[in-house]
């Protein structure tokens, strides 16, 4: 397989991964985070369901799109420098699949905010 081939197999593929992580994260916490909205939001849990898939996809698909082939941060590179090496294709994936990681860890981190918030507002309506 050339290099060029490969280049675009690989993109799909870990494209693919990202975003099969992205839903994965989301079928672990969709249980948990309905079973919370349930309790506190109450008749709004279908719309926060809605909302979790769409950040773990889009968090998934922004940290992918993130990192870039061609720009190295010093200079852009022309697209026969990109192909001509395969350690730095595979090296480019790897930084695509672990940025994304980092996305979909910000995300939780956001939603653990967002629910903890939500948990201490209601704890001092019910005290009042």
């Given at each position: 397989m050339s290099n060029d081939s490969y280049l675009i197999a690989s993109y799909f593929s870990f494209l693919a991964l990202t975003l099969a992580m992205g839903f994965a994260v989301y079928l672990v916490l969709r249980r948990p985070v309905e079973r919370f909205a349930e309790a506190v939001v109450g008749a709004h849990s279908r719309t926060i369901r809605g909302i979790l898939s769409s950040t773990m996809l889009l968090a998934a698909m922004a940290g992918f799109f993130g990192i870039s082939y061609t720009n190295t941060g010093c200079g852009n590179l022309k697209y026969e420098d990109v192909v001509k090496d395969r350690s730095y294709l595979h090296e480019t994936n790897?930084?695509?699949?672990?940025?994304?990681?980092?996305?979909?860890?910000?995300?939780?981190?956001?939603?653990?905010?967002?629910?903890?918030?939500?948990v201490i507002v209601a704890q001092k309506r019910e005290s009042e």
């Open positions: 790897r930084k695509q699949v672990h940025n994304s990681a980092n996305w979909l860890l910000g995300v939780i981190v956001v939603w653990s905010v967002a629910g903890l918030v939500i």
